[in-house]
């Protein structure tokens, strides 16, 4: 029953992407159906075979080590301010990190071992799926970088990319997250499903994103130019530029989080002043009851989950992660891994302004283009999300 239910969600997402597109007799059925099988056989492999849990759990090790190298330069700088006797303070112990990642991210990317190795998945994606290379590239770069990095990353191409081209780049930014700060994320929920996330989301953003905005270009428009991914002169300013960045990300999450948890509590000193006992999780948690059902989520758990979701879509996955991370252990394991793949992108309204301000900076015109298909653009990240926790959650 679980499984017929988590097909039937797939078939609904991918039904809501089919009535939203502009261009139905374009869709490329073909490449949809490679990706979907991709996700089947990625979550498979990661959940179900002793070589995925593997492979999960030395990536885990991996950026475990990280953290440990991370945390001894947070422990240098503010370890005197630090709560003791097993206390954390979020901000040094979690978003802190933020700015170690982005500075191995940062030297990474201008010694060119990250173009490269993306520019060559990216164009074999392009090669198995029909996809436009430009497309297929900003996808797999998706994964390792922010929204307005990554978008970034192809201003150069930006001349050739039309309105649906510029749908699809711009919800696989937003149905993404960054690699400098999955380690804050493994550091709140189980590591696996946030990593098993990555190249869900990645498939996920590509399959609604193409359905909504169909696309078919010529061969020879269709290049990744990857000379001017970084602007560093040396490994010494690229770790500079990466450290500075990674700052900056810590500071606005930090920023963020204030905002929108002061916000979410105003909102519900509001709500419980008429209707008492009311919170807007759980008016959200019955608003996305259905689709969770679908997805796999408990009868019992379907309100507290889906206003975890709500609570991701209203303002960020950072407040919804700390909604989640003290119920890891009181609801079932497929809730929370399917809540946690869900929670694993940047599908939120704050990203429409994100990504709407970075195509301003690189072109006003095309700003202009993204402003109109803001709401769409979000609808269509939240069905991604919904389609990678749905895939996940078929295999849990």
Known sequence: MDILLGLLAIVVVLGIAFLLSNNRSNINYKGIAIMLVAQAITTWFMFKTSIGGWVITRISDGFNKLIEFGMEGINFVVGGLMVEDGGSVFFFNVLLLIVFFSTILSVLTHLKILPTIIKYFGGFLSYITGLPKVESFNAVNSIFFGQSEAL???????????????????????????????????QMLPPQYVLVALPLNMFSSLIVASMIAPVKVDKKEDKVDIKDVSDSKSI??????????????????????????ASLEFVNWMIQAVFAGVTIQQILGYILAPIGFLMGIAPGELVQAGGIMGTKIVTNEFVAMLELQPLVDSLSEKTVGI??????SFANFSSI????????????????????????LLLGATLGSILSATMAGLFL
């Open 152 to 186: 970034l990353a192809i201003k150069s191409q930006f001349h050739h990319l039309n309105n649906n081209r510029l749908y699809i780049v711009s919800a696989s930014a937003m149905g993404s997250v960054s690699a400098s700060i999955v380690g804050a994320y493994i």
């Open 236 to 261: 010494f300013e690229a770790m500079g530029n990466g450290a500075l960045d990674g700052g900056r990300i810590a500071l606005i999450v930090a920023a963020m989080l204030i905002a929108f948890i």
């Open 339 to 344: 809540v946690a793949v869900f929670l694993t």
């Open 353 to 376: 302004g994100i990504i709407a301000g970075t195509v301003q900076a690189i072109d006003s015109k095309k700003a202009v283009a993204v402003s109109k298909f803001g709401m769409k």
